[in-house]
């Protein structure tokens, strides 16, 4: 691996490092996975990018295949940023703010751009943002976002990552670079006529869609969010226009290498209103959350946070929510936030959710100011301490941690995982999206003992397979990873799994981009690969959030 070393720092521009140290830290991420790369490379422009791309495609035309894999900052919980081969780290160099267009808002960046930076820039200087943000944005990347079609609190009001991009620049698994938006026929006509590798993924991804219709079909589930797979389904609508754009979105740099993101905004409202509705009973809370969401207006969020997070986080720190929620705990707290543009629209959405609370014996607060509302979301976002915490030699680990059911099941789906817990003996603590259905949670295990590396695996089965059972999905924001890439063939089906499959050849032949992540992933391949010791501490500078 030396002489790719040599041959890669000779070529590029930017830095290539093999030290042990440096493979060592990128041999983790936010996942229970560890894999330790061959070598570290920092990507100072696309043309890096493309000649290590084209390189690598010349090698393994001669039957040597050296894994390409894409990171940001590596908070990525499913192990999509850990691999073989390559290490491609892009916030070093490849972090800039490329153009901005005031009046339209559209947004050109590098993938190495800090998420927080970008939402500040576009805050402070047009009053726009970003709404599908991530809870981790303060110190992710939109590369990042970009390639798990992120999603967070704002998400059931404005919907995930690829609601936002309008097109991407892409290097292909041999080193070309491909442009991609929303192409009309006469567009794709052109497209289909490439003699390129380009041309060859149109018109082979155009006959594949044309052939498969029912199956791609199944794509479609009844979920708010789903990042599970690869999203055929919207390339080509039925007015005969074309876009590779959602495919790339959440394809974790299986697919190809996005070096440029041209994103869309929203006009950003700082004033909001703000309603903290405390909840004696989780039927009561559910109950609630449906009638939000057919008579309280619009909410741009619908939180939730279960006593069972509250009392942990007491017992961690007993003044972290001191003043703002006390002992004893009531079963759920819904956070209800609108932001509509104007006090008095506002004032008519709370005056409607008000009158569903009313029907409930809970209790609410309203709050219009700005700090008095960075208060209540510390109840949200005291998830942060749970996952930080340590029971011993346990730890709370990411591995069922963002099934999506259909709205109508959020009953089910949240007394499920309690069941699921009791019937383990384990402490259950939910938080999560409540007007999407999607949750968060994560069972303390000790990943160094054999039996709790046993129950890991037992677990995910029994979650996963459950959450299928309701017709939702494995992942609504966080994607597959190689965590829950062994379930996408249960929860699509044979027939358009193998079309994933398809697509995944189509565009890497070769298998070099990120191998391992998303498709042809087994059980058994994830069991080797398991940390001793789960630990988030190259986030600890920021407090890990979920």
Same mark, same amino acid.
Not at 124 to 151: C, D, K, L, W
Not at 460 to 479: C, I, K, P, R
């Given at each position: 691996?030396? $002489? !790719? ?13 093999? /030290?042990?140290?440096? +493979? ?19 990507? %100072?422009?696309?043309?890096?990018? +493309? ?25 990525? %919980?499913?192990?999509?940023? @850990? ?13 800039? !703010? &490329? ?48 390639? *798990? *079609? ?53 018109? /082979? ?7 498969? $219709? ?21 390339? $080509? +609508? ?10 790339? !979105? ?47 207006? %619009? ?20 003044? %972290?929510?001191?003043?703002? &929620? ?15 543009? *104007? @006090? ?46 340590? !029971? ?6 990411? @591995? ?16 499920? &995982? ?23 949670? +994560? ?31 494995? /992942? ?25 499959? $398809?697509?995944?050849? @189509? ?40």
């Amino acid at each position: 691996m030396s $002489k !790719v070393a040599h041959y890669l720092q000779e070529h590029i521009t930017g830095e290539v490092l093999t /030290t042990q140290d440096a +493979r060592q830290y990128f041999a983790t991420d936010g996942s229970i996975f560890t894999i330790t790369p061959s070598l570290v490379m920092y990507p %100072q422009n696309e043309n890096d990018i +493309r000649k290590t791309a084209r390189f690598t495609w010349q090698l393994a035309e001669r039957g040597r295949v050296i894994p390409i894999t894409c990171r940001g900052a590596g908070t990525d %919980q499913g192990g999509a940023a @850990i691999g073989t081969g390559i290490m491609m780290v892009f916030p070093a160099h490849m972090n800039r !703010v &490329i153009e901005f267009d005031r009046k339209s808002g559209v947004v050109v960046v590098e993938p190495g751009l800090n998420y927080g930076r970008l939402q500040q820039t576009l805050q402070v200087h047009s009053q726009r943002f970003i709404p599908a943000y991530p809870s981790s944005y303060e110190y992710s990347t939109i590369g990042g976002a970009v390639a *798990n *079609n992120a999603g967070g609190e704002k998400s059931y009001k404005y919907g995930s990552t690829l609601d936002y991009v309008r097109g991407l620049r892409v290097v292909l698994a041999n080193g070309e670079v491909i442009e991609t938006y929303r192409l009309n026929k006469r567009e794709l006509g052109k497209k289909l006529g490439l003699s390129s590798f380009e041309g060859e993924i149109y018109r /082979t991804i155009d006959t594949l869609i044309e052939e498969n $219709k029912s199956d791609i079909e199944n794509f479609n589930l009844a979920v708010t969010k789903n990042a599970a797979g690869y999203n055929l389904a919207d390339v $080509k +609508r039925s007015d005969g226009s074309f876009d590779l754009t959602p495919l790339f !979105v959440g394809s974790q740099g299986t697919l190809g290498i996005i070096s440029e993101i041209t994103l869309e905004t929203a006009p950003y409202n700082p004033e909001v209103v703000l309603i903290a509705a405390y909840f004696e009973t989780l039927d009561d809370a559910e109950s609630a959350v449906a009638g939000i969401k057919e008579r309280g207006g %619009q909410p741009s969020a619908v939180e939730i946070v279960d006593g069972n997070l509250l009392q942990m986080v007491h017992e961690v720190n007993a003044n %972290q929510l001191k003043g703002i &929620i006390d002992p004893p705990f009531p079963a759920a707290v819904l956070l209800i936030e609108y932001d509509e543009p *104007n @006090i008095r629209a506002r004032k008519k959405s709370v005056k409607k959710a008000v009158k569903v609370l009313e029907q409930f014996p809970a209790t609410h607060q309203i709050e219009y100011d700005s700090n008095q509302q960075m208060k209540l979301w510390k109840i949200r976002h005291a998830s942060s301490t749970v996952i930080a915490r340590a !029971v011993g030699s346990k730890k709370a680990v990411p @591995i069922i941690e963002d099934g999506i059911v259909p709205p109508a099941k959020f009953k089910e789906y949240l007394d499920g &995982i309690y069941d699921l817990f009791a019937s383990h003996r384990l402490d259950a603590a939910v938080w999560g999206h409540a007007g999407d259905a999607n949750l968060h949670l +994560r069972p303390f295990l000790d990943l160094g003992q054999v039996g709790d590396r046993q129950l890991a695996f037992k677990l995910m089965d029994e979650y996963y397979n459950f959450v299928l059972s309701l017709g939702g999905s494995t /992942t609504a924001q966080h994607n597959d990873g190689r965590l829950r890439g062994p379930y996408l063939e249960r929860l699509y089906g044979p027939a358009a799994y193998s079309l994933l499959q $398809k697509i995944k050849l @189509i565009c890497d032949p070769y298998g070099i981009l990120n191998p391992g992540v998303k498709i042809d992933v087994t059980l058994d391949s994830l069991r080797p690969i398991i940390r001793s010791e789960y630990s988030m501490n190259h986030l600890y500078d920021h407090l890990p959030k979920s």
